[in-house]
């Protein structure tokens, strides 16, 4: 299994950046590929972006392609989401989720486990 904590949100003007760091631990952290999601009251779960085991291959949503970059550090086994041009509509609790098998990484149903989330919140 691996524990997943995130931090970094916060609230933020429109048009401004933040990180989030998402720290694992417990087996292996590069034996898993990572995501981040987001969700807010009014929607589902909503993919944001993901990366391979090795890092060698990145995912992201169209609504963030551009604005966003994930990356990860398997040495002090933590994953990244650098937000940049934040949106108003960015605004929401956004969860790391890490998965074990090379499967679709744009479904939350692919991901076993899960962190408590960290909320970003965007003014205008």
């Known amino acids: 299994q691996v524990q997943l904590v995130e931090s970094g949100g916060g609230l933020v003007q429109a048009g401004g950046s933040l990180r989030l760091s998402c720290a694992a631990s417990?087996?292996?952290?590069?034996?898993?590929?990572m995501g981040w999601f987001r969700q807010t009251p009014e929607k589902e779960s909503e993919f944001v972006a993901a990366?391979?085991?090795?890092?060698?291959?990145?995912y992201y949503a169209d609504s963030v392609k551009g604005r966003f970059t994930i990356s990860r550090d398997n040495a002090s086994n933590t994953v990244f989401l650098q937000m940049n041009s934040l949106k108003p509509e960015d605004t929401a609790v956004y969860y790391c989720?890490?998965?074990?098998?090379?499967?679709?990484?744009?479904?939350?149903?692919?991901?076993?486990?899960w962190g408590q989330g960290t909320q970003v919140t965007v003014s205008s």
């Open positions: 417990g087996r292996t952290f590069s034996s898993y590929a």
């Open positions: 989720a890490a998965r074990e098998w090379d499967v679709d990484p744009y479904r939350s149903g692919s991901y076993a486990y």
């Open positions: 990366i391979r085991r090795s890092g060698g291959r990145t």
